[in-house]
C-alpha cells in the first residue's frame, strides 16, 4: 500500500524546527523592543511630521490670504511704481531706449535653439539699442555648428548678435552668463535678460519689462511669468503645470506684492546690470545660480516686481528621466543655498526683520525644505508603520483634513486641473521621495551636491516621431525604465495595505493601494513620453 507523501513529510524535521524557532524568535524579539523602543520613536516621528504639516499649512494659509488681499486690494505693478511705455524721442530718436542685452545661453539644444534666437531677434526694440548674446556651451559639434549658422543667419539681416563659445564648462549656466557679462561690446548695456534655450519671449516683453527698470532706480528684477506650450502632451506635464501655477500665481505674486523679494527662476527675466554687479556677480556655489543672485541682491536692499501678466512661452520636461534630473536640481540646490547663506541673511543690517525671517523661514525651510520632507516621511514613511503598530495613533485631522485643504489651496493656480487633484497628490507623494533626498544631499553638501543635469528639451521631436527616417528607440530598455527604488517602496507600501486590510481600523489601505500603483508604475517607467532616440 503506497504511503501519501505530503509538503510537509518533505521537509526534514531539524529544518522545520529550525525556521519555527527562527519565527518565534523574531517575534520574541519583536516585542521585547517595540514597547520600548519602536513606539516611543515612531510617536516621536508623527509629533514631528505633525508640527511639519502644520508648519505647511500655515504657511499655505498665509498665503492664501496674502492673495486674495493682494487680488482685491493691492494696485497693480504699474500702479505701485513708476511706469510708463518708452517711446522715440524726436530729438534724441533711440536714444531715449536703454541698451538691453539678450543672454541666451544654451547647451546641446539641437531641439529648440531656433526658438529662443529667433523670438529674441524679434523681440520690438530698436536694433541699435540691443545686443543679442548667444553663450553656447555644447559639446556636440553638430549642434554648435546648426546654432553659429543661425547666428550668422539673423546677423545678415541686421540684428546685432554674437555667437560665443568658451573653452570649458566650467560653472555651468553661471559660469556662462557672468563670462558673457565680461564681454567688451556690452560694457554700455543697462540692462541684460535672460532666455533659457526653449523659451519664446512675445515681441512686447522689453516694451513691457524695462519702463520698471527705468523709472524705479531701487528695482533690480522684473521677473515674468512662465506658460508651457505642452501642457497638454501627457499627464506628467499636466502634474508639474499644477505645481508651477501654484508658484507663479501665489509664490512670487505675494513675494512681490508684499516684500519685494522672490526667487528669481533663471530665465524670462530682467537684471539691472548694476544690481549684479553690487550684489557680487553670478556664483556658481550651488546649482541655483538664480536664486542665490536674488537673495544677495535682495540682502543690497534692491527690489524685485512680478509681473503675472508678462507671459512667457516655454517646454515642461515630457519625459521622466528629464524631469527628475530637473527636480534634484531644484530641491538640492536651494538646500544647499540655505545653509551657505543662512547666517549671512541673519547678520545682514540692510534689511527689515520681517523680511529676514519671510526669507529664512518662509521661503527657504517651510517651501523648499519641509514642503518636501513631510509629504515623503509622513505619507510614504510614518503613517504606514503606524498601521503595523496599532500602539501608536495619527490624528484625523493631521493624517487627511489638514492635507485635504493643502491639496485644495494647491488647485488655485490651474483651475482647469482640479479633476486631476488627486492623481497630482499621489505623484507628488512619489516625486517627494527624490525631492527629500536632493534636499538632504543639499543641506549635508554630500556627493551629488553640485550635479548640474540640462534639462532634456524635445521642441517639435513629437511633431516629427512619425517620420519614417527618424531612427526609434526601443519602448522598453531595463536600464532607461526600471526604477528600483520606488519598486521598493510599493512593495512596502503594498504590505502594509494588506496588512491594514487585514487588521487595521481605520481604512488606510484604499489610499495605501492607490499610492502602490502610483509608485508601481513610475518604477516601471510607464509615465511621461517615449521619443524617437538617436
Same mark, same amino acid.
Given at each position: ?35 520600548? @523602543?519602536?513606539?516611543? $520613536?515612531? &510617536?516621536?516621528? /508623527?509629533?514631528? =511630521? ?9 504657511? !499655505? ?115 556662462? @552668463?557672468?563670462?558673457? $557679462?565680461? &564681454?567688451?561690446? /556690452?560694457?554700455? =548695456? ?9 523659451? !519664446? ?334
Amino acid at each position: 500500500m503506497a504511503e501519501e507523501v505530503t509538503a510537509t513529510a518533505m521537509i526534514p524535521e531539524t529544518f522545520q524546527g529550525a525556521r519555527d524557532d527562527m519565527a518565534g524568535q523574531i517575534g520574541v524579539i519583536w516585542e521585547l523592543i517595540k514597547a520600548p @523602543l519602536i513606539v516611543p $520613536l515612531l &510617536r516621536l516621528s /508623527v509629533y514631528v =511630521c505633525l508640527a511639519m504639516t502644520l508648519m505647511l499649512f500655515m504657511e !499655505r494659509l498665509y498665503m492664501g490670504v496674502v492673495i486674495i488681499l493682494v487680488k482685491l486690494f493691492w494696485k497693480k505693478p504699474d500702479k505701485r511704481y513708476k511706469w510708463e511705455p518708452i517711446s522715440e524721442d524726436l530729438e534724441i530718436g533711440n536714444e531715449a531706449f536703454p541698451v538691453v542685452l539678450v543672454q541666451i545661453p544654451m547647451f546641446n539644444e539641437r531641439e529648440v535653439y531656433k526658438i529662443s534666437i529667433g523670438a529674441a531677434c524679434n523681440l520690438s526694440w530698436p536694433s541699435d539699442r540691443l545686443v543679442i548674446q548667444v553663450l553656447d556651451d555644447s559639446t556636440d559639434p553638430a549642434v554648435k555648428d546648426m546654432v553659429e549658422k543661425e547666428c550668422q543667419r539673423w546677423a545678415s539681416k541686421g540684428i546685432n548678435i554674437r555667437y560665443q563659445i568658451r573653452e570649458n564648462r566650467g560653472g555651468y549656466k553661471a559660469g556662462a @552668463l557672468k563670462e558673457g $557679462l565680461k &564681454r567688451d561690446y /556690452v560694457k554700455h =548695456c543697462e540692462y541684460v535678460v535672460i532666455f533659457d534655450a526653449d523659451f !519664446r519671449p512675445e515681441p512686447d516683453y522689453l516694451r513691457r519689462a524695462i519702463p520698471f527698470l527705468a523709472l524705479n532706480s531701487e528695482i533690480a528684477l522684473v521677473q515674468g511669468r512662465w506658460r508651457f506650450v505642452n501642457s497638454d502632451e501627457c499627464l506628467l506635464t499636466r502634474m508639474q503645470e499644477m505645481s508651477l501655477d501654484y508658484h507663479f500665481t501665489v509664490e512670487q505674486e505675494v513675494g512681490s506684492a508684499t516684500h519685494a523679494f522672490f526667487g528669481f527662476n533663471g530665465t524670462a527675466g530682467v537684471w539691472r546690470i548694476a544690481a549684479i554687479n553690487e550684489a557680487g556677480g553670478w556664483k556658481d556655489r550651488t546649482t541655483v545660480e538664480d536664486m542665490d543672485l536674488a537673495v544677495r541682491a535682495s540682502l543690497k536692499g534692491w527690489k524685485f516686481v512680478y509681473l503675472g501678466d508678462l507671459q512667457v512661452k516655454s517646454e515642461l520636461p515630457s519625459t521622466f528621466k528629464a524631469f527628475r534630473f530637473q527636480q534634484h536640481r531644484w530641491s538640492c540646490g536651494p538646500a544647499n543655498l540655505f545653509r551657505k547663506m543662512v547666517m549671512e541673511i541673519i547678520r545682514n543690517k540692510k534689511v527689515t526683520l520681517f523680511k529676514k525671517v519671510y526669507v529664512i523661514y518662509s521661503f527657504f525651510f517651510v517651501r523648499k525644505i519641509i514642503a518636501h520632507m513631510v509629504t515623503f516621511f509622513f505619507f510614504c514613511v510614518v503613517l504606514p508603520l503606524t498601521i503595523l503598530v496599532p500602539e501608536v495613533e495619527v490624528p484625523k485631522w493631521g493624517a487627511i483634513y489638514i492635507p485635504c485643504i493643502i491639496t485644495a489651496m494647491n488647485s488655485v493656480g490651474t483651475p482647469r486641473s482640479v479633476h486631476l487633484l488627486f492623481y497630482w497628490i499621489l505623484f507628488e507623494n512619489v516625486m517627494s521621495l527624490h525631492r527629500t533626498k536632493a534636499t538632504f544631499i543639499g543641506l549635508l553638501e554630500a556627493g551629488r551636491a553640485n550635479e548640474w543635469v540640462v534639462t532634456e528639451k524635445l521642441g517639435d521631436t513629437l511633431k516629427n516621431k512619425s517620420n519614417p527616417k527618424a531612427p526609434k528607440r526601443p519602448l522598453f530598455r531595463i536600464g532607461d525604465r526600471i526604477n528600483l527604488v520606488e519598486l521598493g517602496f510599493g512593495a512596502f507600501l503594498f504590505f502594509c495595505g494588506c496588512y491594514d486590510f487585514l487588521y487595521g481600523k481605520h481604512n488606510y489601505f484604499i489610499y495605501l493601494f492607490l499610492q502602490t500603483l502610483t509608485f508601481t508604475i513610475v518604477g516601471f517607467g510607464y509615465i511621461g513620453t517615449i521619443v524617437p532616440g538617436s
